[in-house]
């Protein structure tokens, strides 16, 4: 348990802020494009650290559904096989990114099925969820009945080849739409032939829905914005809630044993399941996170990609309100566009995403955060190539950031930090940096939160080159200590603002000035600081390796 989580149990008077982050399908390696979507919440997380707020960050592996059951019969091994695999793998991953989960779970845990199948009865107890005939997709050949992602048909948005479930272009097939499609399995068209399944009374929350975007939609980006309101404006459709799967969560309802929870309804409840997991192993009260009382002051945010949107902004509000029991809903969604690779949309089908492991294993991690913080897709598709990649890394980090702490820290013959005067206008630039970072970040700006850090360090560099140092220490020491001092609290400031985007590096900077922990107000330095150990913060990388 780090700090932060540890202080939870302190102090009832603090924000409560529970991060959602989607949960990745364990069916493939992680690419960029789920790092584009997920950083944000480890950046919100440290960030409430900062300020001192209860903060728990949760999610988790998507373990079930048909992506992960279709990858264990082509290997000719059992789903929980495929899904520990990926699992591990993931855990991993983040590690490797240093994020910092409260708890990252998975759906296939025990406990998750329990209390999903708990919330699931209740809502069925509430009415909200009820039987119905249908026609649904049936291959004559294979002898059953098929999942949207098991059928191919030509997309009616954009001509294309598509699977069942969702297009590359964003179009998700409609039931009509799936109507002849072909089986992926065998090849054949299916037929349409009635079938029972269980669905989510959706159109019963259109009015609740909309003045609950009406009330929240200005904290969400723009993305979540449109897609929600389409949906709305479309009406909402019941939506079928289990499917003929051998792998998933039970439906505790007698008469649908053999059939499964469909994959998005306890994918996004395991929001709950983990705050409650979280809670329940640390001593603390899971309510206080998800129910609304006078005493508590709850934010939520869920972060996602944007094909995720509806499921965060629509279903999960619905299914809170479907257990009747006074669960906050979600408040700020951040949700991101598509990363693509060298132009091209990544597809898991063309093979053509670069996986977090392979950055990683080249680059540095911290200016990988920083450049998909500071150049992902915010609010509209981004191309990734590795050129500009390495060219923001060679810029932003190297030559301004890693210059200014090295020419500081590493001045030559320079021992200790002396203590001389802070200079006045450096010291409202770092209470103005801090402010506006603020504003930034709780507006979901966070590509000019980073640019404000970084003006800062330009602001740096500039006051350094003015001031001529190497200048001054042989005409006037007093004029050097002040220059160096204030340089120095320009980097002690820089490891609190960077500590959301590049907690290594900010760690080595608290390191290098005997800074006992980070905090989000500005500090200043007290006494003469010995250096020891200053390395160089950062190595250009050759563009043409």
């Given amino acids: 348990m780090n700090k932060t989580e540890n202080n939870l149990k302190e102090d009832k008077n603090k924000k409560y802020i529970l991060i959602g982050g989607a949960w990745p399908y364990a069916n493939s390696s992680l690419h960029l494009g789920h790092l584009a979507a997920l950083i944000s919440g480890d950046f919100l997380k440290r960030y409430h650290e900062l300020l001192g707020d209860n903060v728990l960050y949760v999610s988790g592996t998507d373990c079930h559904g048909t992506p992960i059951t279709e990858r264990a019969k ?17 855990k991993e991953v983040f590690d490797k990114m240093n994020f910092s989960y409260s708890l990252y779970t998975k759906t296939c845990d025990e406990y998750h099925k329990k209390h999903v199948e708990e919330m699931f009865l209740k809502m069925y107890e509430n009415q909200y969820i009820y039987s119905k005939k249908s026609e649904q997709p049936y291959c004559e050949h294979c002898c059953k009945f098929e999942a949207d992602r098991e059928l191919e048909l030509i997309c009616p948005n954009c001509g294309q080849v598509t699977k069942g479930d969702q297009c590359d272009c964003g179009y998700v097939p409609t039931e009509d739409d799936l109507i002849g499609a072909t089986c992926r ?24 829905i909309e003045q609950y975007t009406k009330e929240k939609q200005d904290n969400w980006r723009i993305a979540s914005k449109n897609e929600t309101q389409k949906y709305l404006k479309e009406g909402l459709k019941n939506r079928a809630v289990t499917r003929d799967l051998s792998w998933g969560v039970d439906i505790p309802i007698k008469g649908f044993e053999d059939k499964k929870m469909y994959v998005w309804i306890d994918a996004v409840l395991g929001y709950v399941t983990a705050t409650q997991k979280f809670c329940e192993d640390n001593g603390l009260n899971w309510e206080d996170f998800w ?10 945010y869920m972060c996602h990609g944007k094909d995720n949107i509806t499921f965060h902004t629509i279903i999960l509000p619905a299914l809170l ?5 006074n669960y906050h809903l979600p408040d700020t969604m951040v949700a991101t566009q598509y990363l693509n690779i060298n132009s091209e949309k990544i597809s898991k089908s063309k093979g053509n995403g670069i996986t977090i492991l392979q950055m990683v294993e080249e680059y540095n991690v911290d200016s990988l955060r920083y450049y998909m913080i500071s150049h992902g897709p915010e609010n509209k ?11 923001v890394h060679n810029s932003d980090i190297v030559n301004k950031f890693g210059n200014f702490v090295n020419r500081t820290l590493k001045f030559k013959g320079l021992e ?12 409202e630039k770092i209470s103005e940096t801090y402010e506006m970072t603020s504003k930034y970040i709780e ?3 966070f590509k000019k939160a980073c640019n404000k850090i970084v003006e800062l360090i330009e602001i740096g560099n500039k006051y350094y080159d003015e001031r001529k140092p190497w200048i001054q220490k042989k005409e006037n020491i007093e004029e050097f200590n002040n220059t160096i001092y204030t340089c120095a609290n320009v980097i002690a400031n820089l490891s609190n603002l960077f500590e959301p985007i590049m907690p290594e590096t900010s760690s080595k900077l608290r390191e290098y000035l005997k800074i006992e922990e980070s905090s989000w107000k500005q500090i200043q330095i007290k006494e003469e600081i010995f250096l020891e150990n200053i390395g160089i913060l950062f190595e250009r990388v050759d563009i043409n390796r």
């Fill in 321 to 325: 309100m479907a257990m009747e029991e």
């Fill in 416 to 427: 200790k930090i002396p203590l001389g005067n802070m200079d006045e206008q450096i010291s």
């Fill in 185 to 208: 399995e065998c090849g054949n068209q299916t037929i349409q032939k009635e079938n029972t399944h269980l669905y989510l009374a959706l159109s019963k929350f259109q009015k609740t």
């Fill in 443 to 445: 507006s979901l700006e």
């Fill in 74 to 90: 082509s290997e000719g091994i059992e789903p929980k096989d495929i899904a520990e695999r990926y699992h591990k793998e993931f």
């Fill in 381 to 391: 598709d981004v191309d990734f190539t590795i050129e500009n990649y390495i060219n």
């Fill in 291 to 300: 129910k609304d009382n006078k005493d508590n002051n709850i934010k939520m």
